[in-house]
Nanobody, 122 residues
Framework: QVQLVESGGGLVQAGDSLRLSCAAS????????MGWFRQAPGKEREFVAA????????YYADSVKGRFTISRDNAKNTMYLQINSLKPEDTAVYYC???????????????WGKGTLVTVSS
């Protein structure tokens, strides 16, 4: 079993930057692929970005390329999501998730954190 804990959300102004963190209880083959998803009010959960512990391969949704940067610190078992130039439409609960292999389908993620709320005011 892998526990994931997100942090770093909050209320920010449009144009601000924010860094979200996701601490994993451990790294195994079952959670080599770590991802961020978000769910805005009334909308379906959507893939944002992902990274692998081994190799650091990164993946991004087209909608966030250029503003979002995903990274990881293997020594700390922690993944990060740097969000720049925040927009009101970025308002959502951001979830950390993990799986053994790459997927953008939230139904296929094996582990989930409880989420951290990001609210962007205009």
């Amino acid at each position: 079993q892998v526990q994931l804990v997100e942090s770093g959300g909050g209320l920010v102004q449009a144009g601000d930057s924010l860094r979200l963190s996701c601490a994993a209880s451990r790294r195994t083959f079952s959670n080599n692929y770590m991802g961020w998803f978000r769910q805005a009010p009334g909308k379906e959960r959507e893939f944002v970005a992902a990274i692998t512990w081994r190799g650091g391969n990164t993946y991004y949704a087209d909608s966030v390329k250029g503003r979002f940067t995903i990274s990881r610190d293997n020594a700390k078992n922690t993944m990060y999501l740097q969000i720049n130039s925040l927009k009101p439409e970025d308002t959502a609960v951001y979830y950390c998730a993990a799986a053994a292999t790459m997927t953008a389908d939230y139904n296929r993620m094996a582990y989930w954190g409880k989420g951290t709320l990001v609210t962007v005011s205009s």
